[in-house]
């Protein structure tokens, strides 16, 4: 088990009061809070190593290009890929997810056939209705099951030779709620494509990676997009994991310095993967700070991670149920297959004037759509409540929003 209260001192922000009140942060679905030892490691980067990267040969930049690097392996030895060249680093969770479609969709024809579910993120939603538009391909939505898993029946029916990628979340943003990945790769790679090959699965790991251990190759998914922000790292900083084979294929999605191999007025030749997905400066500094946050996760261990977030998540469900004006999406509980993040709404308040009154309390929470609105439609709802914790969150934070509800009762009810 996590010491939370050892845990809790490692991050300042913690101990600061908004409107008066201690802060009580449950939103780290939309971005973690830091530890010091991530805001220590960027501010000893660059005040003892910046330079720009794979260009200057002095002292500077082989320390900025060898900390670079090693954030590369670290990452990949954090979601045991089998080499640091299928870890791209991008801006985050959606630009991963940008650069795979933009750049797989290039290689489809007319015709050609994309699967995402209904319970995505816009994020992975989004690029894969645009590119197909640009390029002719049909979009597949597969629906959800009464649990919130993916129907893996009604999968089954939509896939066809044309069927190009499967893109679906590990863990919803919205309800929480774990899809089985290593089935879904089984049965998306049993689909035999009509140019003889099989239909590739891509997972957007954004809200599971930074809560559970994730191993690609045990996964035996094709792309893996996540974010370090989401995981006690910094902002601007994220993640495309893909099979080394599958990027060597895929043609650059952003063109200029750092990703080429030669350039002649007419021809340009590309590097070696990573770089070729990585044109322009890259964020540093940003790579420093996510790997310091892959060793404060490791420490903790992600097993013990993942079991304090189903504590806290069958904390929560539990204490809003028993609020009779309360309405749980997704309530049920089983084990692993779930994190700690709930969605609710109070009433017929708006989930928007719920937070308004939560925020005066000091309770950050998120209220609205959750860049998921596919779902949110299907649910019948325009916005809900959203609690999310981490590995910093305690039972008693969760009983202070549950017993703030009163407070907002009285204004609105």
């Not at 251990?213 to 902002?235: E, R, Y």
């Not at 806290?312 to 204490?319: P, T, W």
């Not at 709404?345 to 308004?356: E, K, P, R, W, Y």
């Not at 809900?384 to 407070?407: G, M, P, Q, W």
């Amino acid at each position: 088990m996590l010491n939370v209260e050892k845990i809790r001192k490692d991050f300042p922000i913690l101990q600061r009061k908004v409107h008066g009140k201690p802060l009580v942060y449950l939103d780290s679905a939309a971005s973690s809070q830091k530890p010091q030892q991530v805001i220590d490691a960027i501010s000893h980067y660059y005040s003892t190593s910046h330079a720009n990267i794979h260009r200057g040969i002095h002292q500077l930049g082989e320390e900025a290009t060898t900390a670079y690097e090693e954030a590369h392996k670290h990452t990949a030895q954090f979601i045991n890929a089998a080499s640091w060249r299928e870890i791209i680093f991008t801006k985050n969770t959606t630009e991963s997810l940008n650069l795979l479609a933009y750049s797989l969709t290039k290689t489809f024809k007319k015709g050609d056939e994309i699967i995402v579910s209904r319970k995505e993120h816009h994020s992975n939603f989004v690029p894969w209705q645009q590119c197909a538009k640009q390029h002719g391909l049909v979009l597949k939505i597969v629906e959800i099951t009464s649990d919130s898993a993916i129907d893996l029946e009604h999968l089954h029916t939509l896939l066809t030779k044309k069927t190009k990628i499967v893109s679906v979340t590990h863990m919803s943003n919205v309800l929480g709620t774990v899809n089985d990945v290593k089935h879904i790769a089984a049965l998306v790679h049993a689909n035999k494509t009509e140019d003889g090959g099989h239909t590739l699965l891509s997972v957007d790991g954004a809200q599971s990676v930074p809560h559970m251990p994730v191993d690609v190759q045990d996964l035996d998914c094709d792309f893996l997009s996540f974010s370090s922000h989401k995981m006690l790292g910094p902002t601007g900083i994220g993640v495309l994991y893909g099979k080394r084979a599958l990027l060597e294929k895929m043609p650059p999605f952003l063109f200029g310095g750092g990703m080429v191999g030669s350039v002649t007025e007419q021809e340009t030749s590309f590097g070696d993967l990573p770089w070729k997905f990585e044109a322009g400066t890259p964020h540093i500094a940003g790579a420093v700070g996510f790997s310091a946050a892959l060793t404060y996760l490791e420490k903790l261990g992600m097993e013990n991670v993942w079991q304090q977030e189903q504590e806290l998540a069958a904390y929560a469900l539990a204490q809003l149920k028993k609020q009779k004006d309360v309405t749980v999406y997704a309530p049920a509980f089983a084990k692993g297959k779930r994190g700690a993040v709930v969605s609710f709404t109070l009433g017929n308040i708006h989930a928007h004037d719920v937070i308004s009154i939560l925020d005066q309390e000091g309770i950050a929470v998120r209220a609205g759509h959750h860049c998921a609105q596919p779902l949110l439609d299907s649910m019948g709802v325009p916005a809900t409540v959203r609690l999310s914790a981490y590995v910093y969150t305690t039972k008693e934070e969760i009983d202070a929003l549950v017993a703030a509800l009163d407070k907002v009762r009285k204004v609105f009810g």
